[in-house]
């Protein structure tokens, strides 16, 4: 069993975190066009694709035993601000250091360095230097990643297309994983700026157009003020089909009931709505389980998440 998922960030830690104690070859393709935090500051400064998310995906998959587990430790370490480092993330900093924009096969160094097994890889969708960007609905443009938050320009206007510049084009490891995939796991993460991201690279919509994996999407249970504002499920979906140029197979929805509504409304998010009539318009399998933690339902259970795709894959 192969599967090969595609995130950004947070969603894709959990994710992993969970399919990783599965028996399954795993490569997860992390989005690689951040332009915040101590990534951002790297690109501006050296340039080179976004190493923040990569990373992600090393310590979820990595070892958690004997000295991986220690190095695990040492590389999520994050320099304080008043150092001539500020800000930096020291995994960051190895990732940079093995160049791994001219030397893909230092993402080898780096699985041996975190403990991943043989099976599991972390790969970028290109190795191309690109800023992602945004177009409104009235034409105007947002550039960068982190900037790509409506409420900051216009909360009535919603997101027309992202794009890339300049263009980038599929790394050749990317594209085989893709190939010989049994599952392809789209999200959970931000829609614009962490899943589709990927998609915008040229090669990636093509060859998944042309696989025979299960295309699975896990949908956001919460969505943030403005990007996706009032998103519901088939929303994320269109847009997702959109960029990929076909159709999912299945999507896996939270079950909201019973949810802590007063966590929600603390942590300044909304619910996105499953609507399963529109999804079944669609020829998309709706498949509705309890795979968020309870007590924090901006997050998913890796466990259960993990549980509900094997389940889904059959």
């Known amino acids: ?29 992390f989005s690689a066009f951040d332009s915040g935090g101590s990534t951002g500051k790297l690109r501006k400064e050296f340039g080179g694709i976004a190493l923040g998310d990569l990373r992600r995906g090393f310590l979820a998959l990595g070892s958690d035993e004997g000295k991986f587990k220690i190095m695990k430790e040492f590389l999520t370490k994050r320099f304080q601000k008043d150092s001539s ?27 041996q360095i975190f403990g991943l097994k043989e099976k599991h890889n972390i790969l970028p969708p290109s190795f191309d ?27 009535e206007l919603k997101i027309r297309r992202v794009f890339l510049k300049p263009d980038a084009v599929a790394c050749e490891e990317t594209l085989k994983e893709i190939e010989t995939a049994d599952a392809i796991v789209i999200g959970p993460g931000d829609l614009y700026s962490s899943i589709i991201q990927n998609f915008l690279v040229k090669g990636i919509p093509e060859a998944i157009q042309k696989s ?61 709505e499953c609507d399963e009539n529109n999804l079944n318009k669609m020829n998309i399998k709706t498949v509705i389980k309890k795979v968020v933690n309870k007590s924090r339902p901006d997050t998913h259970n890796s466990e259960k998440l993990a549980e509900a795709i094997m389940e889904v894959i059959g």
């Open 1 to 29: 069993m192969k599967i090969v998922t595609f995130n950004g960030g947070k969603g894709g830690y959990i994710l992993l975190l969970g399919l990783k104690k599965l028996d399954a070859d795993i490569t997860a393709v």
């Open 212 to 272: 025979r994996a299960k295309k699975i999407y896990v949908a956001n249970t919460m969505t943030k003020l403005g990007e996706t504002e009032n998103f519901k499920v088939s929303n994320f979906v269109k847009e997702i089909e959109k960029y990929i140029g076909c159709s999912l197979d299945c999507v896996i929805v939270n079950d909201n009931n019973n949810l802590d509504k007063k966590n929600v409304e603390d942590l300044h998010l909304s619910f996105v």
């Open 129 to 155: 230097d690109c800023n992602l960007y945004a177009e409104l609905e009235d034409g105007s443009i947002i550039e960068g990643e982190t900037n790509i938050d409506v409420p900051k320009h216009n909360t």
């Open 85 to 111: 480092l500020n800000g930096h993330n020291l995994g960051n900093l190895m990732l940079f250091s093995l160049n791994i924009q001219k030397d893909p096969k230092s993402l080898e160094k780096a699985k």
